[in-house]
């Protein structure tokens, strides 16, 4: 029977860190995979998070099961955090998952569960995941405009004009702030139009909110999510703790069904615990209880806030001193756009074949489609990636 199995093609950013592990020059540059680093190059834990761990540790007197749900405190933590008074609990079902991944695959299923047939309309570009997901899941992918690589902002005309194309039910995957891959996120006049095209078509907005507080901080990244929540009949949320959290490996997730009918609420709730059970029972629990432990306790969220905004800041210094010292090694303020991006990502415009000299030549990694994860950077390597640029001709 395995015989039958087709070969998968690698992830390639997944494939990206196999080579770069196998790679033994000094300097080399990881701007790959998407995780945050400081400025030692180490992804750490948040010092909240290690206090959290350490009480829960001294605390807990079980591992028995929780609830199919996960657990509540963390939901409600977790609902109050992305949504703020956007919507009332009673206006919200909620499951903790295993991580955003996690989240868009139960968010996903849920949506093929209530509208069989309904399409997902996926921006170009998108998280690779993405796509590959909705493959997974049988469900039809229609590719809508978002990036202009000319100007290097979101195309909002091609956008709306795709988005036309929408019947009713179908859905609209949206990044909620810090757009992966290209760091462009849409204004809030234009996600006001987006939101008046999603309703005047009927159709689902399926917000991905990886990267909450890596933007321009916790309120302002939630802005366009709460937005949508108040002007939707009906909006999902895939919220990832494994970034602000710096929690990657501990699975923490949550998917929020959003819905102006509080009447439908308990149906919802069922449907999503439902899918728990379905597919992986209770959900991962000790990352989630130390997201609230974190979110509930004023001096451990107090921390928090103040180390994510220290990785927020570190992240967008490194953006204006790339910006200053790419324009000055080209003589032109093509790269000013790097300043002006959110998050952990922007893209340079390379070519798959720049892209391989970068790493033959310069030991210099990132993604095929020129994606830089930002927090990869540090002010010593900026100077020799850009020399690296302008030696490959950009
Ligand atoms: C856009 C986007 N969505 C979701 C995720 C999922 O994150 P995780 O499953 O690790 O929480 C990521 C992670 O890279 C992402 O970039």
Known sequence: MLHRLRAQADDPILALMVQLAGDTREGKIDLGVGVYKDDSGATPIMRSIKQAEYQLWQAQQTKSYGALAGDPAFLDAMRQLVLGDAADAAQVAAIATPGGTGAVHQALELLRMAQPGARVFAPVPTWANHLSILAHLGIEAVPYRYYDAETHSVDHTGMLADLAQLRSGDAVLLHGCCHNPTGADPDMAQWRALIDVMNARGAVPLIDLAYLGFGDGLEADAAATRAIAESCPVVLVAASCSKNFGIYRERTGILLAVMQDGALQARAQGALTHLNRQNYSFPPDHGARLVSMVLTDGALRADWQAELEAMRHRMTDLRTLLAQTLGAAV??????????????????????????????????????????NIAGLHTNTIAPLADALVAVGI
């Open 331 to 372: 003589g032109t303020d093509r790269f000013a756009y790097l300043a002006q991006h959110r998050g952990m990502f922007s893209r340079l415009p390379v070519t798959p074949e720049q892209v391989a000299t970068l790493r033959d030549a310069h030991a210099i990694y990132m993604a095929p489609d020129g994606r830089i």
